[in-house]
């Protein structure tokens, strides 16, 4: 994870440098830290100033104000710790000895340990505990390396040190890089890691994410893989990993949303709940446009190529996305007919299943970022390419909210969730808008497959465009009755959460809400399971939630809720409030609506007692302790 920026140009670097964490700030908030070179004109000598603080941004905005940071050029991080505790000595950037070289880091340099050693080996000491602090002692040392040889104090130098480094660091990284002694010159460098720069007037602006280039950038350049970039106020020079010089012509910088208001809202969690109505109704009316619905058909954007070859589909994912592509594997396969199984992105890299022809190849990601999902489909890629036999080529689909995403550039074909900027860290209204995007795609391919006759797939569309309608009903219901409900939550230590069939996903989900927003400990299990071991948890202190929604599973879920019952555990359904369920303590009312569509409403109470649950508590909600918006790491 981890955020970085770097400018360089005619403006005072700081208050760039802090415009643009800010903006990153979802990838991580455990530290963060600036360092800015004054140039050599003004003090006839270059002075590297470093700013660090514990937490928040606005922690290191306050220092910056009363100690001051000069120079125009700099470089600036926002930390999601991996390697040291998240406190002020591990904060980037971090620093050779002499204080000259200073670099921010996102990535994992897996070999850090090897290089430590041998750096201190060389009688190098370390100031921080951080797998990152290795790059700029081995840049100082090259440096001296390369001058030894007769190189200038310039900024080609400073690109072949970090050049000839590179070759030695093992895993993912982006870097920024500046040296005291070229306050005219900044290096910047990509491998597996997403990198952006951005060309302003007369400067230059590069960062993890195209959101921080907003108001800076009209037009920019995502870095390649392994590629190494010198920055200067008179241009960009490009090079790949055989130090070969690119050309390429930047592209527009569009889609990214300048501001973003909680407006009447305590936090964006709450705000981005309630948008999801309106969400919902843009995606209806943006893929059933006038007509399909009536033909039994929705829009998308793939031609028939795409869906005719299609024996099987693998969905890889982390999270909430993982959910969502749980959910929409259940889908594909109860109502398209094609077989579909679903991954953990971790997981699956290393331990892919045996090759398949025909295969679409799913990544689900709502910021495209995610390195897990991303190596995935990197893998996969790789082993499909070298097969003769074109069935096993690779057919890649993304599913993400950020079409100038990193997986945007890895696939061939992109499903747009186009829920708008999501500015909580716990997923809420792209998780939704990842399920919409697969019912489009189930639809699409029982249409294609003929799996489903075209009533069937109509009922099921006209099914779909009713959501919008009692969302609405739902969040306003559920915000009042979560409000109240979360009091008796106050003491609260072990949730569990039951689903099964369609429902199952959305157990998971609610589990996984409450354990990011409150740090209460809760499980999500298919309710069959329970008598198989996790029944052993249950005593009075242990509170269940059951989602129990008319349809297959109905009967199974509520006697599967009165296994619970027996053992004392207080015990809340999610159910329709004609039901008259007397089993429950409590219900979670919710329409009655056919089982296929209900996890788009079951998941509203889930996400709207979760966020009261935290906010009761008075947590930092909108970015809980230890978490990031984009994890950017393996
Ligand atoms: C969701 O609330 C979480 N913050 C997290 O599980 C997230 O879904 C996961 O990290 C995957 O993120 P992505 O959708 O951006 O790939």
Redesign the pocket.
């Given at each position: 994870m981890c955020g970085i920026v770097a400018v360089i140009g005619s403006r005072e670097a700081a208050p760039l440098l802090l415009d643009g964490l800010r903006k990153l700030e979802y990838r991580g908030y455990d530290s963060a830290g600036i360092a800015t070179i004054e140039s050599l004109e003004k003090v006839k000598k270059g002075s590297l100033t470093s700013r660090k603080a514990k937490g928040k941004l606005t922690n290191l905005s306050s220092l910056v104000d009363e100690e001051g940071s000069s120079g125009h050029i700099g470089i600036g991080h926002t930390r999601w710790a991996t390697h040291g505790k998240p406190d002020e000595i591990n904060a980037h950037p971090h620093m050779d000895q002499e204080g000259k070289v200073a670099v921010v880091q996102n990535g994992i340099i897996e070999n850090y340990r090897l290089l430590k050693e041998e750096l201190e080996a060389q009688g190098i000491k370390f100031a921080s505990e951080t797998d990152t602090e290795v790059i700029p002692h081995l840049i100082s040392r090259e440096l001296k390396e390369l001058k030894s040889k007769g190189f200038d104090s310039n900024g080609l130098t400073l690109l072949t040190a970090v050049q000839n480094i590179s070759t030695l660091l093992k895993g993912s990284y982006a870097l920024a890089v500046i040296w005291v002694e070229t306050p005219d010159s900044l290096v910047v460098a990509s491998k597996e890691a997403p990198l952006v720069i951005g060309l302003g007037e007369s400067e230059f602006l590069c960062a993890s994410d195209t959101p921080a280039l907003a108001g800076f950038a009209r037009t920019i350049l995502p870095m390649e893989d392994r590629e190494v970039a010198l920055l200067t106020p008179l241009g960009i020079e490009l090079y790949n990993s055989e130090g070969i010089r690119q050309q390429r012509t930047p592209s527009l910088l569009t889609g990214v949303e300048h501001v973003v208001e909680k407006k009447h809202f305590r936090h964006f969690m709450l705000k981005e709940i309630y948008e999801q109505p309106e969400m919902a109704d843009l995606w209806i009316a943006r893929h059933f446009p006038k007509g399909f619905a009536e033909k039994a058909q929705v829009a998308l954007p793939f031609d028939d190529s795409f869906y005719e070859p299609i024996e099987q589909i693998q969905i890889v994912?982390?999270?909430?996305?993982?959910?969502a592509g749980m959910i929409g594997a259940y889908l594909l396969e109860q109502f398209a007919g094609i077989p579909t199984a679903v991954f953990y992105a971790s997981e699956f890299r290393y331990a892919p299943s045996p090759l398949t022809p025909n295969t679409l190849v799913i990544g689900?990601?709502?910021?495209?970022?995610?390195a897990d999902?991303l190596a995935a489909l990197t893998m996969e890629v790789n082993r499909r390419e070298g097969q003769k036999d074109t069935a096993y080529q690779p057919r890649l689909l993304a599913i993400?909210?950020r079409v100038d995403s990193s997986i945007a550039r890895k696939v061939q074909h992109i499903l747009d969730i186009g829920a708008g900027l999501e500015v909580g860290?716990?997923?809420?209204k792209?998780?939704l808008a990842?399920l919409l995007a697969f019912y489009g795609l189930t639809i699409a391919f029982a249409s294609h497959k003929k799996s489903k006759t075209d009533i069937e797939i109509k009922n099921f569309i006209h099914e779909i465009q009713s959501v919008p309608h009692y969302l609405r009903e739902v969040v306003q219901k559920h915000d009042q009755i979560s409000e109240v409900l979360a009091h008796q939550f106050s003491g609260t230590k072990d949730v569990i959460y039951l689903g099964r069939g369609i429902n199952y996903p959305i157990a998971l989900e609610g589990a996984?809400?409450l354990k990011?927003t409150s740090y209460i400990h809760a499980e999500g299990y298919p309710a069959g399971e329970m008598k198989h071991g996790p029944i052993a948890l249950l005593d009075p202190h242990v509170q269940v939630i059951s989602i129990a929604n008319p349809g297959i599973v109905f009967e199974k879920v509520l006697s599967n809720s009165q296994e619970a019952k027996a053992r004392d555990a207080k015990l809340i359904g999610i159910a329709p409030e004609s039901a008259e369920l007397e089993i429950f303590d409590k219900i979670l009312p919710i329409p009655e609506v056919s089982e296929l569509i209900s996890p788009l409403l079951t998941v509203i109470p889930m996400q709207l007692l979760s966020y009261h649950i935290a906010a009761n508590r008075g947590l930092d909600v909108d970015q809980p302790r230890n978490?990031a918006?984009?994890?950017t790491v393996e």
């Open positions: 994912a982390c999270g909430s996305s993982r959910h689900v990601t709502q910021s495209g970022e995610t999902t993400t909210n860290v716990a997923a809420t792209t998780f990842e996984l809400k990011e978490l918006k984009s994890v």
